[in-house]
């Protein structure tokens, strides 16, 4: 039973951009904490420990997006990039550089991120070079057409 648990998370962390999300998770949730502080000195600090909070949150969001929306992981990476460097400027230099570092680092994972295309049987591939052989002498004047798309579920088109 542990072993078939083992085997679920493997499959569930390997088709999305695990690390990218982890790491946008960590940095918002770095930015978000540090301007958090006892009552006494939130009133003192007035409206400027707002935008590390919200970026914070938004950052948290972006990443969790990215691990149950794996189709959007280019927008959720590029506004986490986007948001950690804006953090630098409006939020204790982005928790203390930590947070715009783990920001930075997790938005770059999450729009490099590109799911497995299935895998062509080998007997498929064995038949498939068989009829290229073929095709090649019966086409050398034409033009060959590019082979067909692999299908999977990534609308935007990974590469095998």
């Known amino acids: 039973m542990l072993l078939n648990l083992l085997r679920r998370w493997r499959r ?3 088709s ?3 690390w990218g999300g982890l790491f946008a998770v960590l940095a918002g949730s770095w930015i978000c904490v540090l301007p958090l502080a006892p009552l006494k000195i939130m009133l003192q600090q007035g409206v400027a420990g707002i935008p590390s909070v919200l970026m914070g949150i938004v950052m948290i969001v972006l990443g969790l997006t990215a691990w149950f929306s794996p189709p959007q992981r280019s927008l959720a990476g590029v506004l986490t990039t986007l948001i950690a460097t804006a953090a630098l400027v409006l939020s204790n230099l982005g928790g203390f550089l930590i947070g ?11 729009f490099a991120w590109q799911p497995h295309a299935a895998r062509r049987s080998a007997k498929a591939g064995d038949a498939g070079e068989a009829d290229k052989a073929d095709e090649a002498g019966k086409a050398e004047s034409a033009v060959a057409a590019p082979p067909p798309p692999t ?5 935007q088109g990974a590469q095998p």
């Open 12 to 14: 569930w962390r390997h």
């Open 16 to 18: 999305r951009p695990f």
């Open 100 to 110: 715009t570092l783990l920001g930075i680092l997790g938005g770059g994972l999450m």
């Open 151 to 155: 299908p999977h579920h990534d609308p």
